[in-house]
T-cell receptor, first 113, second 113 residues
Framework: AQSVTQLGSHVSVSEGALVLLRCNYSSSVPPYLFWYVQYPNQGLQLLLKYTSAATLVKGINGFEAEFKKSETSFHLTKPSAHMSDAAEYFCAVSNSGYSTLTFGKGTMLLVSP | DAGITQSPRHKVTETGTPVTLRCHQTENHRYMYWYRQDPGHGLRLIHYSYGVKDTDKGEVSDGYSVSRSKTEDFLLTLESATSSQTSVYFC????????????FGDGTRLSIL
């Protein structure tokens, strides 16, 4: 069975600071990995995805994530936080034939001025 | 944005009443999914469909049923709603290709009193 662990239900940063959101996965086969963002009262929006083409994946809004097989990690980073980045972020893994996703419990990113 | 419409967007009902949520897509995608989102649990898969009349259970399927009579519509039914089913429900779609992400609707907020 596959699973996802997101360390930290809340992460607080100052505007302009580095953003680091952690995601570790378990999977018996090479995984596909995704980061989604959810703004209040909205659905989930895809930030980026890893599908084995490259270990460093760039996404929208300046976010990127690095796939590290040895650490079973797929942490999300952004060099400089903006107020508009405040949202909840979800990491997800897929490796089944029906493209079902298993989500982590989410990390709320708080950005202070 | 992917053409996904969920209806209703908000609903308040009483324990024991039947409830049906609708997901409509205009992308002609083969796969459709229903999730529920609860604080501290992330998103959990209820049921999914991999074609017309082809459905399967997810992680939290007890108390829910689904139907898909045509490609564009996926219905989620709570036969006899309980307070534990108060949640935000999201529909998602995918073309099913490996590594392709799911795209989400805006959600239905369901309150059962």
């Amino acid at each position: 069975a596959q699973s996802v662990t997101q360390l930290g239900s809340h992460v607080s940063v100052s505007e302009g600071a580095l953003v680091l959101l952690r995601c570790n996965y378990s999977s018996s086969v090479p995984p596909y990995l995704f980061w989604y963002v959810q703004y209040p009262n909205q659905g989930l929006q895809l930030l980026l995805k890893y599908t084995s083409a490259a270990t460093l994946v760039k996404g929208i809004n300046g976010f990127e994530a690095e796939f590290k097989k040895s650490e079973t990690s797929f942490h999300l980073t952004k060099p400089s936080a903006h107020m508009s980045d405040a949202a909840e972020y979800f990491c997800a893994v897929s490796n089944s034939g029906y493209s079902t996703l298993t989500f982590g419990k989410g990390t709320m990113l708080l950005v202070s001025p | 944005d992917a053409g996904i419409t969920q209806s209703p967007r908000h609903k308040v009902t009483e324990t024991g009443t039947p409830v049906t949520l609708r997901c409509h897509q205009t992308e002609n995608h083969r796969y459709m999914y229903w999730y529920r989102q609860d604080p501290g649990h992330g998103l959990r898969l209820i049921h999914y469909s991999y074609g017309v009349k082809d459905t399967d259970k997810g992680e939290v399927s007890d108390g829910y049923s689904v139907s898909r009579s045509k490609t564009e519509d996926f219905l989620l039914t709570l036969e006899s709603a309980t307070s534990s089913q108060t949640s935000v429900y999201f529909c998602a779609i995918s073309d099913g290709s490996k590594g392709q992400p799911q795209h989400f609707g805006d959600g239905t907020r369901l309150s059962i009193l």
